[in-house]
């Protein structure tokens, strides 16, 4: 119930899927909760019904890949709620499934933009914050992808793999500050994304979505609470010695 009390919390992409179960699970156990999505209605409606359940939350319209509205809301969320405590770069897209021979400039350019250069800002932007607070922790979300081939798909496994470097500099980096920066890489997890993606490359869904859950050793997808509580504890101080990990939650794939 209050393992994040009196921590502030920013989760971007927060408004759906993965982000949205951190932002719940995150206030449920005490935290207050910025929500930075390009979502507006998503992101205030949840920012709403998280305040009407006596959680502290609000939502800030902010795309990632824009350095100034991202300076200036993480600046507003430490200035709303009296500092800031944790960064939770979540905000992801995977961009069209197809073989790198076919991959425009454009398409490459977008997926890096969002899920390297947004993770970029996301860090810049906090890290004076964090520092101030005297410490703090901030989680990346990478992917299976970020640690190994699964195929189809260039751009997002360069982002993500882009994303499970930077986590092991900026650890060493911040490490004197007490500031702890970890990398998750889920396997398939049930969330827009998902469906999306597998709307796209077949037309039966319910067989496309067990054929994903199959390649995982347990058998099935897994859930946004499945990241949302380990996105909780890397937040907490009961990881407090935990900084420059990467950690697979993926139903055993890459075991
Ligand atoms: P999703 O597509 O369901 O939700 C992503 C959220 O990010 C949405 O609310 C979207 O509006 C927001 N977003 C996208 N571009 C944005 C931008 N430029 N600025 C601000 N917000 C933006 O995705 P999902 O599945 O919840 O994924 C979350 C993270 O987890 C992503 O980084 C993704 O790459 C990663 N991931 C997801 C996996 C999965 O199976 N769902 C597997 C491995 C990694």
């Known amino acids: 119930m209050d393992r994040l009390a009196g921590k502030t919390a920013i989760i971007t992409g927060g408004a759906v899927g993965i982000g949205r179960a951190c932002a719940e699970r995150m206030a449920g156990e005490g935290a207050k909760v910025a929500i930075f999505d390009v979502l507006a209605d998503e992101g205030r409606a949840l920012a709403d019904a998280l305040t009407e359940a006596g959680h502290e939350a609000a939502f800030w319209p902010v795309d990632v890949t824009d350095e100034a509205a991202v300076k200036t809301a993480i600046d507003e969320t430490a200035a709303r709620f009296g500092g800031l405590n944790v960064l939770v770069n979540n905000a992801g897209i995977s961009g069209a499934p197809k073989p790198t021979d076919q991959v425009t400039e454009a398409e490459w350019d977008r997926v890096q933009a969002v899920n390297v250069k947004g993770v970029f800002?996301?860090?810049?932007?906090?890290?004076?914050?964090?520092?101030?607070?005297?410490?703090?922790?901030?989680?990346?979300?990478?992917?299976?992808?970020?640690?190994?081939?699964?195929?189809?798909?260039?751009?997002?496994?360069?982002?993500?793999?882009?994303?499970?470097?930077?986590?092991?500099?900026?650890?060493?980096?911040?490490?004197?500050?007490?500031?702890?920066?970890?990398?998750?890489?889920?396997?398939?997890?049930?969330?827009?994304?998902?469906?999306?993606?597998?709307?796209?490359?077949?037309?039966?869904?319910?067989?496309?979505?067990?054929?994903?859950?199959?390649?995982?050793?347990?058998?099935?997808?897994?859930e946004p609470d499945d990241i949302a509580w380990a996105v909780v504890w890397l937040a907490s101080d009961e990881a407090k010695f935990v900084t420059g990990a990467e950690i697979a939650i993926d139903g055993g794939y890459t075991a």
């Open 121 to 222: 800002f996301g860090t810049k932007h906090a890290i004076p914050h964090l520092r101030a607070a005297g410490g703090g922790s901030i989680v990346n979300l990478s992917s299976i992808a970020g640690l190994i081939g699964v195929g189809g798909v260039s751009p997002y496994h360069a982002s993500k793999g882009a994303v499970r470097l930077m986590t092991k500099n900026d650890a060493i980096t911040y490490a004197p500050e007490r500031i702890r920066v970890n990398s998750i890489h889920p396997g398939y997890i049930w969330t827009p994304m998902v469906e999306n993606h597998l709307r796209a490359t077949s037309d039966d869904l319910e067989a496309a979505k067990a054929a994903a859950g199959s390649v995982h050793p347990l058998g099935h997808m897994g």
